[in-house]
Nanobody, 126 residues
Framework: QVQLVESGGGLVQAGASLRLSCAAS????????MGWFRQGPGKEREFVSS????????DYADSVKGRFTISRDNVKNTVYLQMDSLKPEDTALYYC???????????????????WGQGTQVTVSS
């Protein structure tokens, strides 16, 4: 079992930055993947970014490339999402997720992730 707790969300103006954190506890594997997803009002959950605990693989959605940076701290068992140049369309509930076991690559589909946090709200005003 893996428990995930997100933090760092908030209300900011367009152009501002936020850093989300996802603290993982329980059994984690260096070859498992951690992902960030988001769900805006009336929208489906969408992929944002993902990373292996080993740091070997990283992926980003096209909509956030160049603005968001994912990283991890293996000592703290924490994954971060640095979000810069935020836009109103980034407004969403942001979820952290983990795959249950070792996996090839870093999945972009929610169905590959078994463990989910409760989410942290990010609101960007224009």
């Amino acid at each position: 079992q893996v428990q995930l707790v997100e933090s760092g969300g908030g209300l900011v103006q367009a152009g501002a930055s936020l850093r989300l954190s996802c603290a993982a506890s329980g059994r984690t594997f260096r070859c498992s993947a951690m992902g960030w997803f988001r769900q805006g009002p009336g929208k489906e959950r969408e992929f944002v970014s993902s990373i292996k605990w080993s740091g070997a693989d990283i992926d980003y959605a096209d909509s956030v490339k160049g603005r968001f940076t994912i990283s991890r701290d293996n000592v703290k068992n924490t994954v971060y999402l640095q979000m810069d140049s935020l836009k109103p369309e980034d407004t969403a509930l942001y979820y952290c997720a983990a795959t249950p076991d070792c996996i090839v690559g870093v999945p972009t589909l929610p169905r590959f992730y078994t463990y989910w946090g409760q989410g942290t709200q990010v609101t960007v005003s224009s």
